[in-house]
């Protein structure tokens, strides 16, 4: 009988990455990241479950001296990580596309200019949308090697989950996808 081989993506740029319930790091801890970019040189994400609390879109338009109107579209923002924490990034729909805007994979961009925030003001912009302070990082070999040591699931990604609203559930709903029954997970690496 042959095997039928299963092809792992070596990079995962438009997957999640969904903390094991073994995660060490509180920063982390039960947290799904979007994939925006990875290659040889290293990889960035945005942590789409985590609610940034601190401020309302509105507010952050208005210290930008963006004025809103009443088009201007209600987007919840997400802490989207500990690195460059003070630098927002817009994961959207693509159908909208501008200068500076970075297709990460079909139906889905990234954008980190202000004329996306502009758009959004006045009503304008992509259908889907939302808003991530700060991303995670990881150095050239970094996230490999965490994925190897069973710090993390990856989950092929969809529109439907990365702009879905319901971030309490986002988590459980994200390792569902691969058909695994949490309470059988290991932390151990080689072992389920």
Not at 147 to 160: E, F, H, K, S, Y
Not at 161 to 184: H, N, Y
């Amino acid at each position: 009988m042959a095997r039928t081989r299963i092809e792992i993506p070596t990079f995962f740029a438009g997957h999640l990455l969904v903390a094991m319930p073994s995660m060490s790091d509180q920063r982390f801890e039960r947290s799904v990241i979007y994939m925006c970019a990875h290659n040889p040189d290293g990889a960035m994400g945005l942590v789409i479950n985590r609610p940034f609390e601190q401020m309302s879109f509105p507010d952050l338009l208005e210290q930008l001296e963006i004025p809103s109107s009443p088009r201007t579209r209600q987007i919840l923002l997400r802490s989207g990580g500990p690195v460059e924490s003070g630098r927002g990034f817009v994961l959207h729909s693509d159908d909208y596309m501008h200068d500076g805007s970075m297709r990460v994979m079909p139906g889905i961009a990234l954008t980190a200019t202000i004329d996306i925030l502009k758009a959004l003001a006045i009503g304008d912009g992509p259908q889907r949308s939302l808003l991530a302070l700060g991303c995670a990082g990881w150095s050239a070999g970094q996230l490999e090697g965490e994925i190897q040591r069973n710090g993390w699931l990856t989950v092929p990604a969809d529109a439907d989950l990365v702009f879905d609203q319901g971030l309490d559930t986002l988590w459980q709903r994200a390792i569902g996808r691969l058909g695994v029954d949490l309470s059988r997970l290991s932390g151990e690496a080689g072992h389920a």
